[in-house]
């Protein structure tokens, strides 16, 4: 119980600092930008030379952006504005032939233009790697109320249908030239209504430590701990099309940390990013997180977690994670049509980590190959929170103690398996401790399980499992077996239930034909 106890200690000091450290920070403070909205040269990769005893001087905690510096707008302003690392210096912004060099230059250049007619103003930034760092730790890319900053052109485009954020990479790099140690406290800085969409984002270091030495202030801004790849407080927030690589935070969320407000992730990969916790994403203060279709790679020490938060995730990947894949507490998550494979964790909760109340609904999701040195090769519940798994797909999963896929232990902690497939996790797939308790129906799991209506004991013929693909093979005993009023619409894949006609249907509700586990058979 020694090492349960101590994790337990670890996040309940979280929970009192977390990204709100900031002692209420918003979106318009914080960190100076390297903006310099009078020069449009290429990024100065001397200015690490500049870097140590003059930063302290160089740094300013306020925003340089001013309003009334804006220059008069059109009403037929076209909204857009180019930056390209490679155009001469000295360009407007209005064209690719004339575009800024700097995105800071870009995204006041497009706040000009909201400000003066409203709604939103978009930012194109042809490829290539913009360094962040100049002459302080705390320069960033700083976004702006309704201004959208789209990566991924050539250069040439006339349409933001046309660029490709994969063959033109557009990247933002906390460094301040390429070999340099110099690194920015946070890469970008969150704004209301603003977009994020196609770069790779790099390089952020949110280390007080390191920053220290440029000046003294740095130490009570606890959220320069937080959020080396992006920092936001209380905005509504939208990335989609990014890569988060390289990352790191002092204390929480290495690539991103989110405190309060609403934010989109889609389509964007997070690898080797490193944080105490939250590696790759960490969000608190009653955060609104949607993610999907994003994938979690390599990180350590809970790839993404979230504290007093509503967390909704379709369509993810988490794999080789070796801190634990996902953590929550006091939060309420659901978690649809998503693979945990490969993860790890010296303590316990290999793929999900649950505790201090709050619920987990997962639904239509793979759990394969997660391991924990301590309990629950998938799930470790903890302190009254529940965990609800419909239609999922245990397998290769295991514990050093205590159960391959999950345990659960204190204050009621509730454990609800439907329609689920248990296989291959060791002896003793779900442990229970103390006032835990667990409900099993309608599912395949290796050993039976007492209690329950539905439940079957037979292998589930998975086509490989071995290799990794975990669809059922004809005569599979989970073919339209399940209880179809528990069934998600749809599985894993996207496929919708399917009567297989040479099965005689053992399921009940409606439809009586849904399969049991992550994937539903298909007509061949």
Same mark, same amino acid.
């Given at each position: =119980?020694? =090492?349960?106890?101590?994790?337990?200690?670890?996040?309940?000091?979280?929970?009192?600092?977390?990204?709100?450290?900031?002692?209420?920070?918003?979106?318009?403070?914080?960190?100076?930008?390297?903006?310099?909205?009078?020069?449009?040269?290429?990024?100065?990769?001397?200015?690490?030379?500049?870097?140590?005893?003059?930063?302290?001087?160089?740094?300013?905690?306020?925003?340089?952006?001013?309003?009334?510096?804006?220059?008069?707008?059109?009403?037929?302003?076209?909204?857009? &504005?180019?930056?390209?690392?490679?155009?001469?210096?000295?360009?407007?912004?209005?064209?690719?032939?004339?575009?800024?060099?700097?995105?800071?230059?870009?995204?006041?250049?497009?706040?000009?233009?909201?400000?003066?007619?409203?709604?939103?103003?978009?930012?194109?930034?042809?490829?290539?790697?913009?360094? *962040?760092?100049?002459?302080?730790?705390?320069?960033?890319?700083?976004?702006?109320?309704?201004?959208?900053?789209?990566?991924?052109?050539?250069?040439?485009?006339?349409?933001?249908?046309?660029?490709?954020?994969?063959?033109?990479?557009?990247?933002?790099?906390?460094?301040?030239?390429?070999?340099?140690?110099?690194?920015?406290?946070?890469?970008?800085?969150?704004?209301?209504?603003?977009?994020?969409?196609?770069?790779?984002?790099?390089?952020?270091?949110?280390?007080?430590?390191?920053?220290?030495?440029?000046?003294?202030?740095?130490?009570?801004?606890?959220?320069?701990?937080?959020?080396?790849?992006?920092?936001?407080?209380?905005?509504?927030?939208?990335?989609?099309?990014?890569?988060?690589?390289?990352?790191?935070?002092?204390?929480?969320?290495?690539?991103?940390?989110?405190?309060?407000?609403?934010?989109?992730?889609?389509?964007?990969?997070?690898?080797?990013?490193?944080?105490?916790?939250? #590696?790759?994403?960490?969000?608190?203060?009653?955060?609104?997180?949607?993610?999907?279709?994003?994938?979690?790679?390599?990180?350590?020490?809970?790839?993404?977690?979230?504290?007093?938060?509503?967390?909704?995730?379709?369509?993810?990947?988490?794999?080789?994670?070796?801190?634990?894949?996902?953590?929550?507490?006091?939060?309420?998550?659901?978690?649809?049509?998503?693979?945990?494979?490969?993860?790890?964790?010296?303590?316990?909760?290999?793929? *999900?980590?649950?505790?201090?109340?709050?619920?987990?609904?997962?639904?239509?999701?793979?759990?394969?190959?997660?391991?924990?040195?301590?309990?629950?090769?998938?799930?470790?519940?903890?302190?009254?929170?529940?965990?609800?798994?419909?239609?999922?797909?245990?397998?290769?999963?295991?514990?050093?103690?205590?159960?391959?896929?999950?345990?659960? *232990?204190?204050?009621?902690?509730?454990?609800?398996?439907?329609?689920?497939?248990?296989?291959?996790?060791?002896?003793?797939?779900?442990?229970?401790?103390?006032?835990?308790?667990?409900?099993?129906?309608?599912?395949?799991?290796?050993?039976?399980?007492?209690?329950?209506?539905?439940? *079957?004991?037979?292998?589930?013929?998975?086509?490989?499992?071995?290799?990794?693909?975990?669809?059922?093979?004809?005569? #599979?005993?989970?073919?339209?077996?399940?209880?179809?009023?528990?069934?998600?619409?749809?599985?894993?894949?996207?496929?919708? &239930?399917?009567?297989?006609?040479?099965?005689?249907?053992?399921?009940?509700?409606?439809?009586?034909?849904?399969? =049991?586990?992550?994937?539903?058979?298909?007509?061949?």
């Amino acid at each position: =119980m020694i =090492m349960p106890r101590l994790i337990i200690i670890s996040f309940a000091l979280w929970a009192v600092a977390g990204c709100s450290s900031s002692g209420g920070v918003v979106s318009d403070s914080g960190p100076d930008t390297d903006a310099d909205t009078d020069s449009d040269t290429d990024v100065d990769t001397d200015a690490d030379s500049d870097a140590g005893a003059d930063a302290g001087t160089e740094c300013a905690e306020e925003d340089p952006f001013d309003p009334a510096a804006c220059p008069a707008i059109d009403t037929g302003d076209p909204r857009i &504005r180019y930056v390209d690392i490679d155009a001469p210096a000295g360009g407007d912004g209005l064209a690719w032939g004339t575009a800024f060099t700097h995105v800071q230059d870009g995204i006041d250049a497009a706040e000009c233009v909201v400000l003066a007619l409203g709604g939103t103003a978009q930012v194109w930034v042809a490829e290539g790697t913009y360094y *962040i760092f100049e002459k302080c730790f705390n320069d960033t890319v700083r976004l702006r109320e309704g201004v959208e900053l789209y990566g991924g052109f050539g250069g040439d485009e006339s349409a933001l249908e046309e660029r490709d954020w994969t063959a033109h990479v557009a990247t933002l790099d906390g460094h301040g030239s390429e070999g340099s140690e110099e690194r920015v406290l946070h890469v970008v800085l969150g704004a209301d209504a603003a977009v994020l969409d196609g770069f790779a984002v790099e390089g952020g270091k949110a280390d007080v430590t390191a920053a220290n030495s440029a000046g003294l202030w740095f130490l009570i801004h606890q959220w320069n701990t937080l959020g080396g790849g992006l920092y936001s407080a209380d905005a509504s927030l939208a990335v989609r099309n990014c890569t988060f690589s390289g990352n790191s935070a002092a204390n929480w969320g290495g690539a991103i940390c989110f405190s309060g407000g609403s934010l989109w992730l889609e389509g964007c990969a997070f690898s080797g990013n490193s944080a105490v916790a939250g #590696s790759s994403v960490f969000a608190d203060e009653g955060a609104s997180v949607h993610v999907s279709d994003c994938t979690f790679t390599e990180s350590g020490s809970f790839a993404v977690a979230f504290s007093f938060s509503d967390v909704e995730v379709q369509g993810c990947g988490f794999a080789g994670n070796t801190g634990g894949a996902f953590y929550a507490d006091t939060s309420d998550v659901t978690i649809s049509a998503s693979s945990f494979v490969d993860n790890s964790t010296f303590g316990s909760g290999g793929a *999900i980590h649950s505790q201090f109340g709050g619920s987990i609904a997962v639904e239509s999701s793979l759990f394969a190959g997660n391991s924990a040195g301590g309990y629950g090769g998938v799930v470790w519940g903890v302190g009254a929170s529940t965990s609800i798994f419909a239609n999922c797909t245990f397998s290769g999963n295991s514990a050093d103690s205590g159960g391959g896929v999950a345990a659960a *232990i204190n204050d009621g902690t509730e454990i609800f398996f439907s329609n689920s497939i248990l296989w291959d996790n060791g002896a003793d797939p779900i442990a229970l401790f103390e006032d835990a308790t667990a409900t099993v129906t309608y599912s395949d799991i290796e050993g039976g399980y007492d209690g329950g209506v539905g439940n *079957i004991d037979a292998d589930p013929l998975f086509i490989d499992a071995a290799g990794g693909d975990f669809h059922l093979s004809s005569g #599979s005993p989970c073919v339209d077996a399940a209880n179809g009023d528990l069934a998600p619409e749809l599985d894993i894949e996207g496929f919708s &239930r399917w009567d297989d006609p040479d099965v005689t249907n053992t399921g009940v509700g409606t439809p009586d034909y849904a399969d =049991m586990g992550a994937y539903e058979r298909q007509a061949e």
